[in-house]
């Protein structure tokens, strides 16, 4: 039967339904829901609607993020966690307890898929029952028939953003001290990748990589006062050797540069192999520095000030003009780079992400009605593509976090905006019908 054989059909059940609204039979357990429509103006059948689109809605959600939680979480466990139970490194209890502590951060990723997965479901199941149809001959249209999925999208949002900026990372950072504790029982120390790592006096030290004490992209601040930078060195490699009878960590650095600020001026040096570096760990905090994907909102913002006062020009060079005092300091930013970049990428970073729920929403409605397809495997796999695309381009601006001259924190905003985009166009073009 053709679109317009079904939309005569759902009118003239609609009028049927209005003429005789005393006479009402159960409704079956799986109601159709046309034949709730009494009329464009019975608020009470768009009540009706309303409150089953969101029960199908909350119930699809709540299915879908526990979905993506376990299979997100046993990715985790399977890589960091079982090998430390299998080799006895850890109890039980330690286990549960990290487990525990995965699963709030995690929702940072399921929430979103599960309101997309959903969204795209439960349309689509809408979509091919004709009940969605039936709603439009009744004279309801599709925007006031969504309004209050997407206010449960928003809701969401605010949701994501505790989750974001506040939850997530605490639990993470708690995750990440129980496996530290593990570790330094067999290891002694380490100098985890991706931290701003304050625990060795007068000296702030960052590596971006660390593959079993081969090091790569290795930074080293040495402050004068412990608060402003006296020397800068950057080397492409390092090495990192454990004295575990001595409780001392020795730094090998190779092919780099340096720039130190003696009486005002910058000296540039470049070396091949630096003398080593040694570190003693025996006072050594008993938990891990979180790293800048770990911080919290404020966190963050307190690291942001804080780097911003250590990279300040220094007083002694006072008699230079204004645009001496630029020059200098952006000369300074090319050769030394930006540390707060990576800071300001994960700042914009929490707050993007806790609009994606919103985003998706917008998205994933109209193309469940397009899809016209009740199959939860469809639906499933439209899902991932869609996250797929979106997270390309928060993996783009996290590969440039260390230049801040692409702007990286700008690209982790472009799949809201095509996403919401995108979704308003088709949902207009769904809302007429086309």
């Given at each position: 039967m053709?679109?317009?054989?079904?939309?005569?059909?759902?009118?003239?059940?609609?009028?049927?339904?209005a003429a005789d609204r005393n006479v009402r039979a159960p409704a079956p357990a799986a109601f159709s829901v046309a034949q709730c429509g009494q009329g464009a103006d019975d608020r009470r059948a768009v009540r009706t609607l309303h409150a089953y689109l969101t029960r199908q809605i909350l119930a699809a959600l709540l299915i879908t993020v526990m979905v993506f939680t376990f299979v997100l979480l046993l990715g985790n466990a399977l890589k960091e966690i079982l090998p430390l139970l299998v080799n006895r490194q850890v109890s039980l209890a330690v286990v549960v307890q990290a487990v525990g502590l995965l699963i709030p951060f995690l929702w940072v990723f399921a929430l979103p898929m599960g309101m997309?997965?959903?969204?795209?479901?439960?349309?689509?199941?809408?979509?091919?029952?004709?009940?969605?149809?039936?709603?439009?001959?009744?004279?309801?249209?599709?925007?006031?028939?969504?309004?209050?999925?997407?206010?449960?999208?928003?809701?969401?949002?605010?949701?994501?953003?505790?989750?974001?900026?506040?939850?997530?990372?605490r639990c993470r950072v708690a995750y990440n001290d129980i496996r530290f504790r593990v570790l330094m029982k067999f290891t002694g120390a380490q100098l985890p990748q991706g931290t701003f790592i304050k625990d060795f006096k007068g000296y702030i030290i960052y590596v971006g990589k660390n593959r079993s004490g081969d090091l790569q992209d290795v930074q080293a601040w040495v402050l004068k006062d412990e608060t402003n930078m006296e020397t800068y060195v950057r080397a492409a490699r390092g090495k990192l050797e454990m004295d575990v009878p001595n409780r001392r960590v020795i730094l090998h650095l190779f092919d780099g540069k340096s720039v130190t600020m003696r009486e005002g001026k910058m000296e540039f040096g470049a070396f091949t192999e630096l003398p080593p570096q040694q570190f003693d760990v025996g006072e050594r905090?008993?938990?891990?520095?979180?790293?800048?994907?770990?911080?919290?909102?404020?966190?963050?913002?307190?690291?942001?000030?804080?780097?911003e006062e250590r990279l300040k020009v220094p007083d002694s060079v006072g008699d230079l003009t204004a645009d001496q005092l630029r020059a200098k300091k952006h000369e300074l930013e090319k050769l030394v780079g930006d540390p707060t970049t990576p800071i300001r990428f994960q700042i914009h970073q929490q707050i993007a992400f806790s609009f994606a729920c919103f985003g998706f929403t917008l998205v994933g409605i109209p193309l469940g009605i397009r899809m016209h397809r009740r199959e939860t495997n469809v639906g499933i796999a439209v899902a991932l593509v869609l996250v797929a695309v979106y997270y390309s381009?928060?993996?783009?601006?996290?590969?440039?976090?260390?230049?801040?001259?692409?702007?990286?924190?700008?690209?982790?905003?472009?799949?809201?905006?095509?996403?919401?985009?995108?979704?308003?166009?088709?949902?207009?073009?769904?809302?007429r019908g086309v």
């Open positions: 053709g679109q317009r054989a079904w939309e005569l059909a759902g009118a003239r059940r609609v009028k049927e339904l997309l997965t959903a969204t795209l479901l439960v349309f689509g199941r809408f979509s091919a029952d004709q009940e969605l149809t039936a709603v439009r001959a009744s004279g309801i249209s599709l925007l006031s028939l969504i309004s209050p999925i997407l206010l449960l999208s928003l809701a969401l949002c605010g949701l994501s953003a505790l989750i974001n900026m506040e939850i997530g990372p905090p008993a938990t891990l520095s979180p790293p800048i994907s770990d911080m919290t909102s404020s966190q963050l913002w307190e690291e942001l000030y804080a780097w381009f928060i993996m783009l601006g996290k590969s440039l976090d260390t230049r801040a001259e692409c702007a990286p924190y700008l690209f982790v905003w472009l799949p809201n905006f095509i996403f919401q985009a995108v979704g308003a166009v088709l949902l207009w073009r769904a809302n």
